[in-house]
């Protein structure tokens, strides 16, 4: 089964930028949908981004033009590029990958990583 593992969190100030990488193992991660997800202190875990294995993609509203998911198959990594941050976009950042999807919930997705802070201050 595939294992991701997300790298590149970190401080960043607000209007900033951070490119998130979703790593996978044991498995080819261009045959999965894959999402981010990130949790807020003290919120539920959200949906913020898609892309299918036809990859195609979708993003929540809150970050639509500024975050936008990629997948290199040749490293077998997802990226997700978050530009103009703002406060608001403090959380852990999950990647996740799944067999069913592509699509906003959680429970369809197989296998998740460990999760990876951004902190964005003002």
């Known amino acids: 089964q595939v294992q991701v593992v997300e790298s590149g969190g970190g401080f960043v100030q607000a209007g900033g930028s951070l490119r998130l990488s979703c790593a996978a193992s044991?498995?080819?991660?261009?045959?999965?949908?894959i999402g981010w997800f990130r949790q807020a202190p003290g919120k539920e875990r959200e949906f913020v981004v898609f892309?299918?294995?036809?990859?195609?993609?979708d993003a929540t509203d809150s970050v639509k033009g500024r975050f936008t998911i990629s997948i290199d198959k040749d490293k077998n990594t997802a990226y997700l590029q978050m530009n103009s941050l703002k406060t608001e976009d403090t959380a852990v950042y999950y990647c996740?990958?799944?067999?069913?999807?592509?699509?906003?919930?959680?429970?369809?997705?197989?296998?998740w990583g460990q999760g990876t802070q951004v902190t964005v201050y003002s």
């Open positions: 996740a990958a799944g067999y069913r999807g592509p699509t906003t919930l959680q429970g369809r997705y197989d296998y």
């Open positions: 044991g498995g080819t991660l261009s045959n999965y949908a």
């Open positions: 892309i299918s294995r036809g990859c195609s993609t």
